[in-house]
């Protein structure tokens, strides 16, 4: 039996497969701010249109229900009224009176019912996407008008879930409504024996109390197809591992170059530092691997840190002092001390008080000494 030898194979024919190539290109990585963002600008927020409806419904009703009373008794007195008057001449007067009796009539009845729902739908509105205005959807996209893409979307996955979900809509709403009519089927023949009020108030029941079980049906429904569309709308927002490394270079910058930045800055800094050696009164080394440059005059709160520094640093900055002439000082705890508490233009602690005028009276002493030798 042959073998396969895999070294036999020419180089230029190298199947094998770098699986992170794969992985890079699957949308796996939960969708950042600025990614939700820019597609909140765009309208593309979690949004149920099943929790409009049935707010607004729940509204309408709920307001029908409590005004229907005073709008059957505004209805009735104005047929009556009506009625009333059908022999009378027909004049421009009367009919600019009717058509006003009219308007008044609707604002009375129809404008309180309409001003709940307006109310409600903007308020459910609001809860779930906040204020927002976007013209993304207004916007001429010609790619809408490709039959190709157009077919593509009523046969999509989206599709099939959206009329999955009224299929399932109108089933549950149908057994409920079903199985109510069932229950007041009996009751109906007894309206043979109500007068006309006592009949529209039996029905008004009847009426109002479907509509609340279907609207209450309709907020579960709601309900969890908010909870799917928030889940939907994370899915398509989801983002590839490369995706959310350009969004960081975008957002926060190129890391190389971010490095690059702070290093100039770390070097401007070093060198702003180093300028301000030669106003420095003393240096406080420990010997070799750390040094303080001090700098004290009168009218000071306490001596100032104008620079510091390790290894290097430090043998730069001795040396500068060698050639300003500053007198440099050993006292490794004093300097391991100043170098770990005390940043570039701070003040001296108090604890070391103590020890900094000791070594600054030291050097003033030494400044005495070649001012009278010089004299």
Do not use: C
Request: hydrophobic fraction near 45%; glycine fraction near 6%.
């Amino acid at each position: 039996m042959k073998i396969f030898d895999e070294s036999q194979l020419d180089p230029k024919f190298d199947f094998r497969f770098n699986l992170q190539l794969f992985a890079d290109g699957e949308k796996t990585e939960e969708p950042t701010g600025k990614k939700r963002e820019d597609a909140r600008r765009k309208g593309q927020v979690a949004r149920s249109q099943e929790l409009n409806t049935s707010a607004v419904l729940l509204a309408g009703f709920f307001v029908l229900m409590i005004l229907w009373k005073y709008i059957y008794a505004n209805i009735a007195g104005y047929t009556t009224y009506i009625f009333a008057h059908l022999g009378d001449e027909v004049t421009i007067e009367f009919l600019m009176k009717s058509f006003m009796d009219i308007m008044f009539l609707l604002a009375k009845t129809a404008l309180p019912v309409m001003f709940a729902v307006l109310i409600a739908g903007l308020g459910i509105n609001f809860y779930q996407v906040g204020l927002m205005f976007s013209t993304e959807k207004l916007e001429l996209n010609l790619e809408a008008l490709n039959p190709i893409n157009g077919m593509g979307r009523i046969f999509s996955k989206r599709s099939l879930v959206e009329l999955a979900k009224s299929l399932l809509k109108i089933a549950i709403i149908g057994y409920f409504l079903l199985k109510y009519l069932e229950e007041q089927i009996d009751h109906i023949p007894d309206f043979i024996f109500y007068d006309l009020e006592q009949s529209l108030v039996e029905f008004a029941d009847i009426i109002f109390m479907l509509a609340f079980k279907i609207i209450a049906v309709i907020i579960v429904l709601a309900v969890l197809d908010y909870i799917y569309q928030q889940w939907q709308t994370t899915q398509d927002l989801k983002m590839t591992k490369q995706e959310v490394k350009d969004e960081m270079k975008q957002t926060e910058g190129d890391p190389q170059i971010k490095g690059k930045i702070k290093q100039k800055q770390r070097e401007m800094a070093m060198r702003r530092m180093m300028q301000e050696v030669p106003k420095a009164d003393v240096i406080i080394t420990n010997p070799t691997h750390f040094a303080v440059a001090l700098m004290y005059h009168k009218g000071m709160i306490a001596p100032t840190v104008i620079a510091k520094g390790q290894d290097k640093v430090a043998q730069r900055i001795k040396e500068i002092a060698g050639d300003y002439k500053i007198p440099i000082v050993e006292n490794k705890p004093l300097a391991r001390a100043l170098y770990a508490s005390v940043e570039v233009g701070g003040i001296v602690p108090r604890e070391l008080y103590q020890a900094v005028a000791e070594v600054l009276a030291y050097v003033y002493r030494l400044k005495n000494r070649k001012i009278r030798r010089s004299a």
